[in-house]
């Protein structure tokens, strides 16, 4: 029996000391580490916001928890859905964003952006979460392993590192588990499409109406976890494994989101059916003012007819992106002695999103993207070659050698461009997968009975590929239009339509694989033009974080110090850091020679830092102090990037008596730029401007612009384009967007004020009130394309105006020279302000169980934006309570959860939740005068929303668990508005990541422990 004891011993010792070994080998990943949620062996604790262990468990800064029960009582099965529901978190990317994913789940505290938001497991910080997009990616944290997630809002800079501005969330993952653990959840959605006026204006439309009741998004998700203690209770191994797999709902499904909503009448007060200008048949745009020719004009039947025709985008997308995760993992640690615990962390995930948006589009001409049809094009009818070249005097014949090979045509519509959707090429789908590998090692222990050490070593790596599909390659799309008749004397294709390449006398061009492509009569496509001119775009890299970190945590009590009055020691933590991000993104030549090119990216930044915090008890039970304490923290960081940054925080605790505390502290935290916002090469990306009331999006856009001629001109619009340029019915227009080395790090400064009441005279509640305001100075950002708009139009604001590139016609749009820069640069400053209220009650019955009430809120009070360092006070706008336009995503006044759980004495649990968003106007309708405005009347307000959940838990048996639940219980519609940016997480005419989208989710489980 002993030998077999022994040999347990040396094997979990062995198994430990591995997973050390291989993380140090390995390096580390970067990690402002330290609050592991171990108790330390004298019973000390650690709370998130600070690495001094200490007996005191209160936090100067506000902390709240999420346990693993909410989880499993929720049906939650992404760590996102549960999160994204506290109302101090904004949403961010998830798995409602299709156009422009990135596969990722990240976290946004406080509105303030997710690169702001720094994420830890076991106090340790995950790495970028992909060389696409910086914030990390809690895909990669097991939710089966979860124990409680800590969420502290507010600075953390001075004891985590770069990017806890706007705080920390803490994911705690179950360090002694002991048995074999099996889970099994099931869920999806349910929704009645019940409203009849959209289900009456998709019939007007012609488009296809959803079923009365639709059942979609199946969720399934299998995990298994086993764990042992050593005989001696010194050490556990719990291993982990699971497997996700999440269907995709289509916006097809739901008749608020079954076409893309406009606006029409006078100010914009009834729904229409908009969409994209890039239409099948194809939509024309004359933007070089060929005289006799319409501005715009279209395919049908084989004829040109004037105007034009909007292609529904929306049935197309999806809602909820299809999921496939695999996560296998290990944690583990052994007390050698108490001086020496080694302990080590391991995990993979294996991640495989799709991203799914409507059918390519195809522009340009036989010039590429500045247009142009040859009037000789052989799939022009009589009637196309006159309303195109014969009314504008151009000569419709071709030009042949004397041999029959084809030299050019006589004349050619410059300037002509072609909008088409490329329906025979299928929707465009977006394959993303990310692979990640990441491993701790390390050792703590006591030093003495003062003093503890930690170090630690963290290497994660995060693989990345993706392969884009329906887009289509600009150069043989030019070269499949340009479509003649071969009339070489003896060719396989005399007298048939073939490419120009293949039909001249210039044998080095040919390419046999090149069909002639009919955009032009309105028939379909010929399969094989489509599969020439259509290409697979692929983008590999990686990034990876290495972090070393060494602490040390003493309480100096034991050497006497402690002040008179207090009867705990003064306790200090110190330590040094070291952290190396580097990202590798490479995206192939397909990518980089397409109409939209996407550039490699490579670099890394490195930062060396030491650290340290004090906490010192001056008054202890005491009169009216039965705990007065303060803290105090600071780091300083090193980067090769070539700047040095200082970060720090000082505390107050005060309690006068047992029922209440106060509590208040200062924050400087700082952000250092990141690799992709140094080093990004430019690109264009998309941006959306606010739809105005008389429906446009470009003020200076059609037969009657918005805006005045005098306007215009500001932002480089002729007197011959001024009522001949075309809007985007679609509201998404060009943005140039790239990095920028000369970044300087942003600097914030927070402030927290709160109160803890906890009276004896009502037992088990609990109230914490607390007052934050965050500033954000040399904000690295872009200038919003819809300020340097407003300011260019109607202050013409030369550095507005410098920022607004008009395309060929005027367009912002249609052609790559049209767009609005947006490159990476320190802008202005952001600010933020408001409440955070929590409440707990547990009320406790002789003969039926307890009943728990929990409230959590947030009043934001500010949300105040400075765009620019030299901005007059005139431009500095508030978004408390707006949304859209400059203010962005919704920013509401007040939200709450509010939960009561009934604990019955029959093995029964029973959850009621109440979520709750206040409502928001857009931002237009506001006074100030940045954000005054024109807007459509159906976007004036989204109204508040009111979401009831029901979850119900049976313990079938002592080691068998039932679970079952349905969250938005009364289906409740989305709030909808035609003014929703992707940018802003704007998806299917509402913020699917904000406000339930996609009807009832009900959810069963079945959890099983051995």
Not at 137 to 153: C, F, G
Not at 207 to 231: H, I, L
Not at 285 to 300: E, I, K, M, Y
Request: proline share 4%; glycine share 10%; hydrophobic share 35%.
């Amino acid at each position: 029996m002993m030998i077999r004891q022994i040999q347990k011993k040396a094997l979990l010792a062995t198994t430990v000391l591995m997973g050390m070994g291989m993380s140090v080998h390995a390096q580390a990943q970067s990690v402002p580490a330290a609050d592991s949620n171990d108790d330390d062996l004298s019973g000390a604790i650690v709370v998130t916001g600070s690495r001094i262990r200490s007996a005191n468990e209160e936090s100067v800064s506000p902390v709240v928890q999420v346990s693993s029960q909410e989880f499993a009582s929720r049906g939650v099965t992404r760590a996102e859905d549960m999160i994204n529901q506290l109302p101090q978190v904004f949403a961010a990317q998830g798995s409602s964003n299709s156009n422009e994913a990135t596969g990722t789940a990240q976290v946004d505290l406080r509105g303030l952006g997710p690169t702001r938001t720094l994420v830890l497991v076991n106090g340790r910080r995950l790495s970028y979460g992909s060389p696409k997009s910086i914030p990390s990616d809690i895909n990669q944290i097991p939710t089966a392993l979860i124990e409680n997630v800590e969420v502290l809002t507010g600075g953390a800079s001075a004891v985590y590192g770069s990017d806890a501005i706007a705080g920390v969330v803490n994911f705690k993952l179950k360090q002694d588990f002991e048995g074999i653990k099996i889970d099994v959840n099931l869920a999806g959605y349910q929704h009645n499409n019940s409203s009849d006026s959209l289900r009456d204006l998709l019939d007007e439309s012609g488009y296809a109406k959803p079923k009365d009741s639709v059942w979609n998004g199946f969720t399934q998700e299998y995990s298994v976890v086993v764990g042992t203690n050593t005989s001696d209770g010194r050490g556990n191994v719990t291993a982990y494994g699971s497997y996700r797999k999440i269907n995709p709902i289509l916006q097809k499904d739901y008749d608020y989101s079954s076409c893309a909503l406009a606006t029409s009448g006078p100010n914009g007060e009834n729904y229409a059916c908009g969409g994209s200008g890039y239409n099948f048949p194809a939509n024309f745009t004359n933007t070089s003012q060929l005289s006799g020719v319409p501005t715009q004009f279209r395919a049908d039947n084989g004829e040109f007819v004037e105007g034009r025709k909007t292609f529904n985008y929306a049935p197309y997308n999806y809602y909820q992106r299809p999921d496939q995760r695999y996560t296998l993992g290990a944690i583990g640690h052994y007390e050698l002695t108490s001086g020496i615990v080694p302990y080590f962390e391991v995990g993979y995930m294996d991640d495989t999103s799709t991203a799914q948006i409507a059918p390519g589009v195809i522009s340009g001409g036989i010039n590429g993207s500045s247009g142009g049809i040859n009037c000789d094009n052989a799939f022009l009818s009589d009637q196309q070659a006159q309303f195109l070249c014969g009314a504008a005097g151009l000569s419709t014949g071709s030009i042949y050698d004397a041999n029959g090979a084809y030299v050019g045509p006589e004349a050619v519509a410059d300037g002509v461009l072609i909008s088409r959707r490329n329906v025979e090429g299928g929707n465009r789908q977006d394959n993303i997968h990310h692979a990640t590998f990441r491993m701790v090692g390390g050792v703590r222990g006591d030093i003495n009975d003062a003093f503890s050490y930690d170090v630690s070593a963290t290497y994660s790596k995060v693989n990345y590929d993706s392969r884009f599909y329906g887009n289509s390659n600009t150069n043989r799309f030019a070269e499949a239009l340009n479509a003649v008749v071969d009339q070489r004397a003896g060719s396989d294709t005399f007298g048939q339509i073939v490419c120009a390449i293949n039909a001249d006398g210039i044998s080095g061009n040919d390419n046999p694989n090149c069909a002639p492509l009919d955009l032009i009569s309105g028939n379909r496509a010929s399969q094989e033009a489509v599969d020439y001119i259509s290409e697979v775009q692929t983008i590999t890299g990686s990034t990876a974080l290495t972090d070393i970190v060494a602490s040390v945590s003493g309480d100096l009590g034991q050497y006497g110090m402690t002040l008179p009055w207090a009867g705990n020691g003064i306790g200090i933590a110190f330590g040094v850091e070291y952290r190396k991000n580097t990202l590798d993104y490479n995206p192939d030549q397909a990518y980089q020679n397409s109409a939209e090119p996407e550039y490699p990216v490579s670099g890394s930044t490195t930062a060396k830092e030491i650290f340290g915090e004090i906490n010192m008890p001056i008054v202890e039970d005491q009169p009216f102090f039965k705990l007065l304490s303060v803290e105090g923290a600071y780091r300083y960081s090193d980067y090769d990037s070539g700047f040095q940054t200082h970060t720090y925080k000082a505390g107050l605790n005060w309690a006068p008596t047992n029922a209440l505390r106060f509590r208040g502290s200062y924050q400087r935290a700082v952000r250092a730029p990141n690799v992709i916002e140094l080093f990004a090469s430019q690109s264009k990306f998309e941006v959306e401007l606010t739809e105005l009331a008389n429906g446009s999006f470009d003020p200076c856009s059609g037969e009657t612009p918005f805006a005045t001629f005098e306007q215009c001109a500001n932002t480089g619009v002729t007197a011959a384009q001024y009522g001949n340029i075309v809007d985007n019915p679609s509201g998404q227009f060009n943005a140039l967007i790239g990095g920028n080395p000369d970044l300087k790090p942003e600097k914030a400064d927070t402030w927290a004020l709160g109160a803890v009441f906890t009276p004896a005279f009502v037992p088990g509640f609990t109230m914490s009130v607390d007052y934050f305001n965050i500033t954000v100075a040399d904000l690295i950002g872009s200038v919003n394309p819809n300020l340097s708009l407003n300011n260019c139009l109607y202050d013409a604001d030369e550095y507005s105006c410098s920022l607004i590139k008009r395309g060929q016609g005027g367009t912002l749009y249609l052609t790559n020279d049209g767009y609005f820069e947006r490159i990476n640069l320190n802008t202005g400053s952001l600010k933020t302000s408001g409440f955070d209220l929590n409440a707990n009650y547990r009320l406790r019955t002789d003969t039926m169980g307890s009943i728990n009430f929990n409230l959590v809120g947030t009043y934001l009070s500010s949300y105040k934006t400075k765009p620019l360092p030299t901005s007059p006070e005139a431009d500095v706008y508030e978004c408390s309570g707006l949304y859209g336009g400059l203010c962005g995503r919704p920013r509401p006044e007040w939200r709450h959860k509010f939960v009561t759980s009934w604990n019955t004495p029959w093995s029964l649990d029973l959850n009621l939740t109440w979520r709750f968003v206040s409502a928001v106007k857009v931002a237009q309708t506001s006074s100030q005068p940045a954000l005054e405005g024109s807007y459509a009347e159906l976007n004036r307000k989204l109204n508040s929303r009111s979401y009831f959940d029901l979850s119900l838990g049976y313990d079938v048996l002592d080691n068998v668990r039932l679970t079952f639940g349905v969250n938005n219980i009364l289906d409740k519609n989305p709030p909808l508005t035609t003014t929703s940016a992707i940018e802003d997480g704007g998806n299917g005419n509402t913020y699917p990541q904000f406000y339930d989208a996609t009807g009832r989710y009900i959810f069963s489980g079945l959890s099983v422990k051995f």
